[in-house]
């Protein structure tokens, strides 16, 4: 894989040619089979991120190519020793050329989506700065997803009144299978990656949190090795980070979905937080799947019925009349055990197949200690202490709760 990085007026153009033993079908790290369909992106820094360290502009364009390269990458400009190194021992790959020193930076930013999970992070830190990824459509591929309403999200962060950085970018439009999306889930931080520099960041947070990192619905036989490879500190994509001088901290890494959603709603941010892709400024679409999903939590966490015009025959609630495994299982337990007259609702099949109560998903309303064992320095401290002092940490017997759960 060839990468050349081109800068014109505030946008970084990243073009790619692929090596006689690339391909065009790959998979992302977590197995989600690729497939190519151009090979150019924009990303849209404006007066800032002018000229990052190359080393950030590798790792940014590694989020891109991961999935199709297969034996070496050729960068543009000379990379650190300590990067190459992270590329060969995680993916196998010869990294290209060597010859720059490594960075360093001081600061968190928090990759902020605007939903729950991320409005958790930034809960945890008030003074950090948000960097939020704002997808656009592609010069070269035409956009059939014009209902996904992204300049909505974007608006909300406006409101934060944090100290915020909006990247627009058409990089999702690179795949054309199963559909626009990032490449590797971490090219969601390719603004902070590019503004790293000019934010002195020395580290970039992830609002992934316990069921993304350490449930994986009990797939990944190896999610709590030190090193697995989504989102272990220790893992591929960690070291990547931590060579670049911006390591992953997933400070939400530790708590369930309802817990993000309780830190998100008790938050100054609460009237901001918007998890759907379709609604407008005046309200989530309350339509879709993922706001059938997340009134299920929200309901839940408030004590309350739930309040949806969907029902069980409605196609975004199909999902929930099949048996389990189902996406994100855990969080199902959790709400089926506790929203009143779940029986009359569209997770009523679903409550019958998995029999949750109160008391089999309690683990889920306390941090799991081995994520905040797994922050990176200088974080840790911080996540721990906000843990213990809000959330509480799982008893020895709720964590083993969590490294028996599988979804079947
Ligand atoms: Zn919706």
Redesign the pocket.
Known sequence: MRVTWTRDEGVWRLVFLLDPEDGTTGACTDGTPVELRTNSCHVHTGAGGGSPHPDLLALSAWTVVAPWTRRRVTFDRPISPGLAEALRTGWGVDAGPVGEDARSGARLAVSYSGGADSMAVAAMFPDAPFVHFQRVSHPRVPNRWTHYRAEVLADLARRSGRELHIVPSDLEFLLSRPRPGYPEHHAVTVGALLLADDLDLGGVALGYEMGSRWLDNGRQADRFASDNPMWATHGPWGRLYAAAGVPLVLPVGGVSEPVTMRMALGSDLAHLVRW?L??DMSG?????G??LRKELILAAVEGRPLKTTLTAASVPARVWQQPPPYPGQETIEYGCARVPGIETTPFARAAEHLRATVESTRWMDRCYPPAIDETPEPWRGEVGAYMREHIGLMTADEQRQVEAWTAV
């Open positions: 759907c379709r609604g989530p679409c309350q339509k879709c993922k706001c």
